[in-house]
């Protein structure tokens, strides 16, 4: 069942209808893009932050490591 014989009342205008469904999708798909987009970053920002704090924390093992050994030797 098409628009216009499901709605007749509006077939004068179903092109109408016709684009502004595509254009409503488009906006739609549009902002799930942008919301994928900004929880892919948010997640990429997440694990820079989480790499870098086990970095600090290695660096900080190291250090400890060596100072304790340099007062035994």
Known sequence: MDFETRYPEYADVAEYVRRANAERSIYIAHLIAAGVERV????????????????????????????HAAKRY
Request: overall charge negative; aromatic content about 10%.
């Open 40 to 67: 892919a970053k948010a997640f990429r920002t997440l694990a820079d932050a989480v790499i870098e704090t086990e970095r600090e924390w290695h660096q900080l093992e190291a250090e400890s490591f060596a100072r």
